[in-house]
T-cell receptor, first 113, second 112 residues
Framework: DAKTTQPTSMDCAEGRAANLPCNHS???????VYWYRQIHSQGPQYIIH???NNETNEMASLIITEDRKSSTLILPHATLRDTAVYYC??????????????FGSGTRLQVQP | DGGITQSPKYLFRKEGQNVTLSCEQN?????MYWYRQDPGQGLRLIYY???????QKGDIAEGYSVSREKKESFPLTVTSAQKNPTAFYLC???????????FGPGTRLTVL
């Protein structure tokens, strides 16, 4: 799986958009970009994933650059409950026999009132 | 109400005792996973199972054992051979590739 690089921490004002970047310059053509988040002392929560096109769901939007070497997770209207560690993960699409996710250190997002 | 349950939420054991952590899912997922998380760190894979009666070691399997006798259940035993068992343990499950893994609430194990 390709390595990802994320900022260690970010702050965002409540009600504003939170834009979390992720670099994955060694991504392969068959690798998806996944985003999860983990609120303190809870299990990680799936947010969104994508391959090439931008994606949107009820939680967030995922913007992937044309060369696929970086992406941005957008929380359109951040709330205090969005304070968490956000993980960007790159994962192959095919079943390789080992289907576990590799979580790095992630970005600690602090939403300020 | 579908999901993954882990019990108990907090567990205390004396050093040298084996302990089994429960993980149950009613999502009809084939694959299940156990991860360990230490303070301020990411998740590390202990064991995973793609199908009933089959499981594979992850990155840090030493001192742990698992079984997968039923599709819904994937219990993890932390044995006395695990040198530093105090950690937050997370169970997850997924359907076929590409993976979207769904996690349980976790069990925080403290060995005294």
């Amino acid at each position: 799986d390709a390595k990802t690089t994320q900022p260690t921490s970010m702050d965002c004002a409540e009600g504003r958009a939170a834009n979390l970047p992720c670099n994955h310059s060694t991504i392969s053509g068959n690798e998806y970009v996944y985003w999860y988040r983990q609120i303190h002392s809870q299990g990680p929560q799936y947010i969104i994933h994508g391959l090439k096109n931008n994606e949107t769901n009820e939680m967030a939007s995922l913007i992937i650059t044309e060369d696929r070497k970086s992406s941005t997770l957008i929380l359109p209207h951040a709330t205090l409950r969005d304070t968490a560690v956000y993980y960007c993960i790159v994962r192959v699409a095919e079943d390789t026999g080992r289907r576990a996710l590799t979580f790095g250190s992630g970005t600690r997002l602090q939403v300020q009132p | 109400d579908g999901g993954i349950t882990q019990s108990p939420k907090y567990l205390f054991r004396k050093e040298g005792q084996n302990v089994t952590l429960s993980c149950e899912q009613n999502l009809n997922h084939d694959a299940m996973y156990w991860y360990r998380q230490d303070p301020g760190q990411g998740l590390r894979l202990i064991y995973y199972s793609q199908i009933v009666n089959d499981f594979q070691k992850g990155d840090i399997a030493e001192g742990y054992s698992v079984s997968r006798e039923k599709k819904e259940s994937f219990p993890l035993t932390v044995t006395s051979a695990q040198k530093n068992p105090t950690a937050f343990y997370l169970c997850a499950s997924s359907i076929s590739s590409p993976d979207t893994q769904y996690f349980g609430p976790g069990t925080r194990l403290t060995v005294l």
